[in-house]
């Protein structure tokens, strides 16, 4: 199967600060990326995607930076909030199913 | 409109038994997943169907079967639980590439 890694398990910041996640994939063939969000006793929430033809990609307080090169994908979170405390998943696309990651969990400190 | 819902939420089974866990959607996708979440690890397909009428395997399939009843529906069937089926099952539905997540249902095999 496909090998997608987290470099940190753990990420605790102070609020208000931005977060990073980082995020490996081992498929060069992955045309399609995505960031999902799980709380506590919940399913996975769909966050941002890109595609692979793309290096950046913005949404509301969230940025997607995509490295082919490295293939290293980053979730930036700005001005992070209690709310954002959950566990980041990043899933790549290599083919007809996505491969996700084992997860980052964060936690944000008020 | 209540997305994607699953049930039921707990179960716990001894070695040998078998039951159908339930997944229905009401978003209209064509596509509908079931996935194994376990701890350390990341969200592993179990069975996927691309439309109705048509399921296929996903990465660790053995152990389990499915049926896709209707558009709505998609259930998970284990036939003889094991100890190693303990997880926490996801059902997800999905237009386009991106799926949405149901609540989980966590099962226990002793």
């Known amino acids: 199967g496909e090998s997608v890694g987290l470099h940190l398990p753990t990420l605790s910041v102070q609020e208000g600060d931005n977060s990073i996640i980082n995020c490996a994939y081992s498929?060069?063939?992955?045309?399609?990326f995505i960031w999902y969000k799980q709380e506590s006793g919940k399913g996975p929430q769909f966050i941002i995607d890109i595609r692979s033809n793309m290096d950046k990609r913005q949404g509301q307080r969230v940025t997607v930076l995509l490295n082919k090169t490295v293939k290293h994908l980053s979730l930036q979170i700005a001005a992070t909030q209690p709310g954002d405390s959950a566990v980041y998943f990043c899933?790549?696309?290599?083919?007809?199913?996505?491969?996700f990651g084992t997860g980052t969990s964060l936690t944000v400190i008020p | 409109n209540a997305g994607v819902t699953q049930t039921p939420k707990f179960q716990v089974l001894k070695t040998g038994q078998s039951m159908t866990l339930q997944c229905a959607q009401d978003?209209?996708?064509?596509?509908m997943y079931w996935y194994r979440q376990d701890p350390g690890m990341g969200l592993r397909l179990i069975y996927y169907?691309?439309?109705?009428?048509?399921?296929d395997k996903g990465e660790v399939p053995n152990g389990y079967n499915v049926s896709r009843l209707n558009k709505r529906e998609f259930s998970l069937r284990l036939e003889s639980a094991a100890p190693s089926q303990t997880s926490v099952y996801f059902c997800a539905s999905s237009l386009t590439v991106i799926q949405f997540f149901g609540p989980g249902t966590r099962l226990t095999v002793l």
């Open positions: 899933a790549e696309n290599p083919g007809n199913q996505f491969y």
């Open positions: 978003m209209n996708h064509n596509s």
């Open positions: 169907s691309a439309s109705e009428g048509t399921t």
């Open positions: 498929n060069s063939a992955s045309d399609y």
